[in-house]
T-cell receptor
Framework: NAGVMQNPRHLVRRRGQEARLRCSPMKGHSHVYWYRQLPEEGLKFMVYLQKENIIDESGMPKERFSAEFPKEGPSILRIQQVVRGDSAAYFC??????????????FGEGSRLTVL | SQKIEQNSEALNIQEGKTATLTCNYTNYSPAYLQWYRQDPGRGPVFLLLIRENEKEKRKERLKVTFDTTLKQSLFHITASQPADSATYLCALDPSYNQGGKLIFGQGTELSVKP
């Protein structure tokens, strides 16, 4: 039973380019979360999605960042016009349920973005 | 302001000893608190969850306590092994409505020497 799959594992972009990170949740999970881990910092919540819906994007930067979880296919985190400060590890997590009984999150191995 | 803090310094212990990691939080009333393990270059892996009405929870060599009065959780690894070396993260759910929106501490790096 495959876990949370993220790709690419490593991505290098030059300033001004676009980065697209993909996440396929665990089988049977319909709740997807994106977190960012900056060097020497903790994991920070970015966005929570269900199929075709953004539930909570309170952790997303106001500009250049967007996320989607279409009816078919993986969830996508898109960063437009990347800057050096976007260099970080981006983790996707999934859960089977939501709300107060969500319990554990299952994390992918992350996508490490380096902006030159 | 709301904060969640873990021991900022790395913890170095000898194999076979008990490792104790601390997680303190302020201005939250979480329904539960979780502990994760993260190895370098890898994603976090869930270890234990303890609810607000539970004082202690165990899983093999792991033990977690949760004191809602002190606003503190302690994470213990007994009979530690070099393979336990990793960064350990505590996380809490600040809202009763969205279980996956967790607030993470910065993590404590544990090194177990043979």
């Amino acid at each position: 039973n495959a876990g949370v799959m993220q790709n690419p594992r490593h991505l290098v972009r030059r300033r001004g380019q676009e980065a697209r990170l993909r996440c396929s949740p665990m089988k049977g999970h319909s709740h997807v979360y994106w977190y960012r881990q900056l060097p020497e910092e903790g994991l920070k919540f970015m966005v929570y999605l269900q199929k075709e819906n953004i539930i909570d994007e309170s952790g997303m930067p106001k500009e250049r960042f967007s996320a989607e979880f279409p009816k078919e296919g993986p969830s996508i985190l898109r960063i437009q016009q990347v800057v050096r400060g976007d260099s970080a590890a981006y983790f996707c997590a999934s859960s089977m349920t939501s709300g107060p009984n969500t319990g554990e999150l299952f994390f992918g191995e992350g996508s490490r973005l380096t902006v030159l | 302001s709301q904060k969640i803090e873990q021991n900022s310094e790395a913890l170095n212990i000898q194999e076979g000893k008990t490792a104790t990691l601390t997680c303190n939080y302020t201005n939250y009333s979480p329904a539960y608190l979780q502990w994760y393990r993260q190895d370098p270059g890898r994603g976090p892996v869930f270890l234990l969850l303890i609810r607000e009405n539970e004082k202690e929870k165990r899983k093999e060599r792991l033990k977690v306590t949760f004191d809602t009065t002190l606003k503190q959780s302690l994470f213990h690894i007994t009979a530690s092994q070099p393979a336990d070396s990793a960064t350990y993260l505590c996380a809490l759910d600040p809202s009763y409505n969205q279980g996956g929106k967790l607030i993470f501490g910065q993590g404590t790096e544990l090194s177990v020497k043979p």
